[in-house]
């Protein structure tokens, strides 16, 4: 099911720029209808162009052609506004709970029809945390990123095994060439990779950090 409520966040593009990116956010609000109320408030200054309930219900608040006001400070892939380079979808969840099924089939219908439209790659589907690390957390680590890719709806890292001495600046490098170019410390970068590809890992940098990220040849 799809509605519509207009935003006043928004605006053009800049500098001729489509969307090659769709950003996934989770509200981090009580309810769909309080972050819907914020999303389209010209006080808070701050939108995206989808919102989706717990029900699978669609809002739009932004045409695909537009700016929204979603994705703040952050780079990926060594380019930043991306704000004029993507589409933002926000999902109802507070970031400490398993997204619905009903929410994830509407997510999964919706991006297929973006990527459709704009020619995105499943390398294009991010999340807020992918662009932003150390300043976001969401989707979070109940996202079922997993399910994306096995849809052919966000891209697949993997490769086998790991280097024998893990270090920060090799992973740096690997994980820059997976996209993960914004400048933060070594602490934050390995919280959004983990948050993506392994949300229950904890500790130090180990080999099994590198893998997800499919570029072994890096590492020898």
Known sequence: MLQRRNSPNCGPRRDGLTPELIVIHYTAMESAQAALDRLCDPEVEVSAHYL???????????????????????????????????????LDNRGTHPFSAMQMDALEALLRGIMDRWSITPEGVIGHSDMAPGRKSDPGPYFDWARLERQGLAGKGGCDGGPQDPNPDSFRKVAQQAGYTADVNDEALL???????????????????????????LWT
């Open 52 to 90: 989706i309930d717990a029900q699978g219900v669609v809002t739009q608040m932004v045409e695909e052609a537009d700016r929204a006001w979603h994705a703040g400070a952050g780079e990926w892939c060594g380019v930043d506004d991306i704000n004029s380079r993507s589409i933002g979808i926000e």
């Open 191 to 217: 919280a959004a990779v983990r948050l993506r590809y392994r949300p229950n890992a904890r500790g130090p940098l180990g080999a099994q950090d590198y893998t997800p990220l499919g570029h072994a040849a």
